[in-house]
Structure formats: C-alpha cells, structure tokens
C-alpha cells in the first residue's frame, strides 16, 4: 500500500484553509481587468488565483454571465504568463453548486440550445488546455457544471467535506460540458 507523505498532505491542507481564499498579491499586479463574478488575483509566486464570488448570491452557478467571464478571465490569464492558474470559490458553503437552472426557462429553442452549450463547452476547452498547470480548489457542493470545471483543470484538491457529483442525471439531463468523457 502506496505510504502517505505527510509533507504534502499538510502542504495540500494549506491549500483548501478559508485564509487563502484570498492569496496574498504581490505587489506588481498585472491590468486584470474588473469582473462582477470573478477576482483574479497573482501572488509572489507568479500563481494566478482566479476566485468566483457570483454577485449578489450566496451559492456559486454557472451563469451565462459566469462563463463569459471566464472567458475573458482565461484571455488575461494567458497574457499574464503565470507559472500556475489556480481556480477557487470565495464562498463558503462551496465551489460550484451547477448550472444556473433558472436559466433554462428560456431554453427552448434547440439551436439556441445547442449554440449555448457549444459555447460553454469552448470556454472549458480553454481551460483544458492552458499553458500552465490548472488546479481546482474544491470545498462544500462542486455538482454538475461545477465538478466539470474541476475536471476541466488539470489537477482537483478537496477538503474531506467537498461533495462531488453530476446530480442533473437524474432530472433526464447528460453533463454537457464533456464531463462525461473528462471524469473518466
């Protein structure tokens, strides 16, 4: 049986304490622009944090509006050349609880719909594949779109109480943004 370093174990622990959800900047940050949802933040290290605090909610969601901010978000990132990209939620009761599900009212018409996921699915392929290693720091709820922005990154850290899933299989809806292929 594979021996746990301790070293890294507590190294990975310091990772996922509320503390850090704000990193600590260093004193050049790069123009980041300014986002509703999104904070980026690049510490002495040359790591860039990207923190989701969705506006005026107390649970993350991918939004449209989310996701056209991590669009962008992904845009500077890349110009800023940081030697990691570390994706966390300012939140406290979790990551990324889903899909913003009040928005699919309005999802009727199928190329809309196909248009819309396409779309979602660009921007986590995006992610996918960025230049520097890209790390999900997981806590609390991280369900359907949410756990596929996890494995969207190249490496997932979970606190003990992190609760994972794809939980839309069971209102008849596949995981549209490749979480499927990604989990496997």
Known sequence: MRQINQKRLDALKQLTISSLTMPVAAGNQPDTGTFEHWKLVLDEHRVLWAILDKK??????????????????LD???????????????????????????????????IKVRHKIEGGLAIFDKLADFHAPTIALIHGFCLGG???????????????????????????????????????
Not at 56 to 70: I, P
Not at 77 to 95: C, D, I
Not at 164 to 184: C, N, Y
């Open 146 to 184: 949410g756990l596929e922005l996890a494995l969207a990154c190249d490496y997932r850290i979970a606190t003990p109480d992190s609760k994972l899933g794809f939980p839309e299989v069971l209102l008849g809806l596949h995981p549209g943004l490749a979480g499927t292929w990604r989990s496997l």
């Open 76 to 110: 500077i990132a890349h110009a800023v050349h940081p030697v990691a990209l570390v994706l966390r939620s300012a939140k406290t009761n979790g990551f990324v609880a889903g899909a913003e599900i009040s928005e699919f009212v309005e999802m009727k018409d199928p």
């Open 56 to 73: 005026d909610h107390s649970t993350n969601t991918l939004s449209e509006s989310v996701l056209l901010e991590m669009d962008q978000m």
